[in-house]
């Protein structure tokens, strides 16, 4: 009777599943279980740890509303087993037709999507040494178009402060094709209390300039070069690929520190089949403060697999 009892009950949640299912879609629902073991050495205190590494859960989708318009949305967590706890990596809707798009919400926005994210190819250890890191913000609202091999964008963050003035900070961006390369500049601006951008080393909120130089074909090789500056704060990014390895490097310039810290990240990725995937990565940290116990030596040997 147990048995029989239970096979109901898995039969009318399947068929409540179903529909939820068929309307979702498997491009529209995912999840991505990454757990890697981790070696960490900061000076004098060195741990091994196993923890996972963004392991994820989200879905996406978006709707044909007619005359050229579509809707879409995006929601993503973190999963961080080790701690108990999540965070949201994205969540956002917006609006696309002929004329670009604009979304609002937490994601990627106009600085990372122009000169970070072209040479953001490290699986963990990257923008230690920039001289503005930005990944996945939030309180903004992004507009991004095209016209043939010019592409282009804005972004306006809100409610950063407890002024009334908006926007908050903004970032503009402009890139275009060289051959199978592509050139991308973007600025962005920083507000008083460091909550849009960092502020510079002085202390100052100067704005901050960018360009990135990626996809540079060397035989069977891609290079990635970019420049940032902010006053007398400077930083170069290389990014290298060689089938499936890459060599990434950060060169920070401190002015009022008159530091130099170095970061070097050396990985490779490794198919292991459908859905599986193992990457290994290993960086050091020179901060250039003449006490070692300030760097930090790095490395990982993580197993990503796709679930949905």
Not at 16 to 22: I, N
Not at 222 to 238: A, P
Request: no cysteine; proline share 2%.
């Amino acid at each position: 009777m147990k048995f029989r009892t239970t096979a109901i009950a898995m039969a009318v949640a399947g068929i409540a599943a179903a529909p939820v299912a068929v309307q979702a879609g498997a491009d529209e629902v995912y999840a991505s279980a990454r757990v890697g073991l981790t070696y960490t050495d900061t000076g004098d205190v060195a741990d091994f740890d196993i923890k996972s590494m963004a392991s994820r859960f989200g879905m996406k989708g978006e709707t044909d509303l007619g005359n050229g318009l579509t809707g879409f949305g995006r929601y993503e967590f973190g999963v961080n087993e080790s701690s108990g706890s999540g965070s949201t990596r994205h969540l956002y809707t917006g609006l696309k037709g002929d004329w670009g798009s604009v979304l609002m919400g937490k994601t990627y926005h106009t600085w990372y999507n122009f000169v970070v994210g072209p040479l953001d190819n490290p699986w963990w250890y990257s923008g230690s040494t920039m001289v503005e890191y930005r990944g996945r913000t939030d309180s903004a609202i992004t507009y991004a178009g095209g016209a043939g091999a010019i592409s282009f964008g804005a972004t306006a963050y809100m409610d950063r402060d407890t002024e009334e003035t908006a926007p908050d900070g903004i970032e503009l961006g402009v890139s275009f094709g060289l051959g199978d390369s592509t050139i991308g500049v973007a600025y962005s601006s920083v507000d008083e209390d460091g909550a849009i951008g960092g502020q510079g080393s002085t202390g100052d909120d100067e704005d901050i300039l960018g360009v990135a130089w990626s996809g540079i074909g060397i035989g069977d090789t891609t290079l990635g070069v970019s420049f940032m500056m902010q006053d007398d704060d400077t930083g170069i990014v290389v990014d290298w690929l060689f089938g499936n390895a890459y060599l990434h490097v950060e060169q920070l310039s401190v002015d009022a520190a008159d530091a130099d810290p170095l970061t070097l990240t050396l990985g490779y990725t490794q198919s292991l089949g459908r859905k599986t995937t193992m990457w290994y990565e290993i960086a050091s940290v020179d901060a250039d403060t003449g006490n070692s116990d300030d760097d930090t030596t790095f490395f990982a040997a993580t197993l990503k697999y796709d679930i949905i």
